[in-house]
C-alpha cells in the first residue's frame, strides 16, 4: 500500500518576536494538498506576518515550516516551492506583461522557447494572451492582478500565497476577481494561502478559513462552521453581525450572571401582530440591503437589529419580536450545545 500524499502545507508551533513584541505565538496549521485556506483577522492580528513567514521573507524564532513534506524553515524565498502575489502586484511598469510573467523564469536560465511556451500557455489560462505586449500602467486593475497571479503561477508552485490581492480593486472587480482566483485554483489544484481582512472574500472562496486575533488561531472552520458556531466569543462577533447581551439565557429570559448570549439578526423574527412571548419593542430605523432590510429595534435602552425580508415595517412603527436561536458563551468559550429554541421564544431583552 503507498503512503497518503504529504499535506501541502504545514506550520508547527510558529514564534516571532519584533520590535520586543509578541506577534505571532505557538501558531500551528495544517493546510491540505490542493486546498484554499485564508487567514482572516483584524488588522495586526499577525496574519501577513505569518504570510512572510511561510514565503521566506521573515525566520521565525520557534516552529518549522512544511511545504509538501519538505521542510523549508531555513531556506530563502527563492529556494522554496511557493510563489507570492503581493498586495501592491509588484509589477515591472517599463516590461510587457509577457515579460513580467517570464521574469522569474528567466532568472532561473531556462531555455527561451520553453519560457515563451510557458508564459504563453499561463497568459492563457488568465485570459490575457490579448495583452500580451502591453505595459502595465495601460491595463485595468484586475488585469494588472492577473498579471501578478500568473507570474506566480508560471514557476509552477506547490504552494501559492497571496496578500491581500483584491485590496486595491472596486467593489464590484473584487467579487469578479475573487471568482476568477477560486476557479483557477481548483482548476489547478494548487495549495493557496489568501491573508484577507475581508470576512465576505475569505468565506465565499476558502475552503476552510483560520481567524486570527493578537498572534493565535481562534478558530479553523470551514466558513458555514465559522458562521454557525463560532468557537470563541471573539470569532462571533468578528464574523457577521451579532446582538451581544450580558447575563445567562435559559430559553425565555436573560438573568444576571456571568455568561455572554449572542442572536444573529437573521434569527430574530419580527412581527406586527402580538406573539406568544415576544417582545415588544419600537423600530428606530430601517437600513435596506438590498434584498433584505436591516431593522433596528429598541426597548427601553436596550437595542437589537433584526434582518427581515419581504415587506419591512416603518421607523416609529410598534412590533413584537421573538428569537429562534441563541450563542451563549462563558468565559469567551461556546458554551455546548448553543442554544437553539424551535418555538418562539422572548428577545434576550427582557431581563428578569
Excluded at 175 to 187: G, H, S
Excluded at 204 to 220: K, P, Y
Aim: net charge neutral.
Amino acid at each position: 500500500m503507498s503512503s497518503p500524499a504529504p499535506e501541502g502545507l504545514q506550520l508547527n508551533g510558529l514564534g516571532k518576536t519584533l520590535g520586543g513584541r509578541t506577534i505571532i505565538d505557538d501558531l500551528s496549521l495544517t493546510v491540505r494538498r490542493g486546498e484554499l485556506v485564508s487567514l482572516l483577522g483584524p488588522s495586526g492580528c499577525g496574519k501577513t506576518t505569518t504570510l512572510r513567514m511561510i514565503a521566506g521573507f521573515l525566520q521565525p524564532d520557534a516552529g518549522s515550516i512544511v511545504m509538501a513534506g519538505r521542510d523549508v524553515t531555513r531556506l530563502g524565498p527563492d529556494k522554496r516551492p511557493s510563489a507570492m502575489v503581493f498586495q501592491n502586484y509588484a509589477l515591472w511598469p517599463h516590461l510587457t506583461v509577457a515579460k513580467n510573467v517570464a521574469y522569474p523564469l528567466r532568472l532561473r536560465r531556462l531555455p527561451r522557447a520553453e519560457i515563451a511556451d510557458r508564459v504563453d500557455r499561463m497568459l492563457g489560462l488568465v485570459n490575457l494572451l490579448h495583452h500580451r505586449d502591453s505595459r502595465p500602467p495601460r491595463i485595468s486593475g484586475g488585469e494588472q492582478q492577473r498579471v501578478a497571479l500568473a507570474r506566480a503561477l508560471v514557476q509552477e508552485p506547490d504552494v501559492l500565497l497571496l496578500d491581500e490581492p483584491l485590496s486595491n480593486l472596486d467593489a464590484k472587480l473584487r467579487v469578479r476577481v475573487r471568482e476568477d482566483i477560486r476557479d483557477l485554483q481548483q482548476r489547478l489544484g494548487i495549495t493557496t494561502v489568501i491573508v484577507t481582512h475581508d470576512q465576505e472574500e475569505a468565506l465565499s472562496i476558502s475552503d476552510r478559513v483560520a481567524v486570527m486575533n493578537a498572534g493565535r488561531i481562534e478558530q479553523f472552520s470551514s466558513p458555514a462552521e465559522l458562521y454557525a458556531r463560532p468557537a470563541t466569543e471573539f470569532v462571533a462577533t468578528f464574523i457577521g453581525a451579532l446582538n451581544r447581551f450580558d447575563g445567562t439565557f435559559d430559553g425565555t429570559r436573560i438573568h444576571p450572571g456571568p455568561d455572554v448570549v449572542g442572536v444573529r439578526p437573521e434569527n430574530v423574527t419580527v412581527s406586527t401582530a402580538p406573539r406568544p412571548g415576544a417582545l415588544r419593542a419600537i423600530v428606530e430605523r430601517v437600513v435596506p440591503h438590498g434584498h433584505f432590510d436591516e431593522v433596528r429595534l429598541r426597548r427601553e435602552d436596550v437595542t437589537l437589529a433584526a434582518y427581515v425580508s419581504g415587506a419591512a415595517p416603518r421607523a416609529g412603527e410598534v412590533v413584537f419580536a421573538s428569537i429562534d436561536a441563541a450563542l451563549v458563551y462563558r468565559d469567551g468559550r461556546l458554551v455546548e450545545p448553543s442554544v437553539s429554541a424551535p418555538v418562539a421564544a422572548p428577545v434576550p431583552a427582557v431581563v428578569a
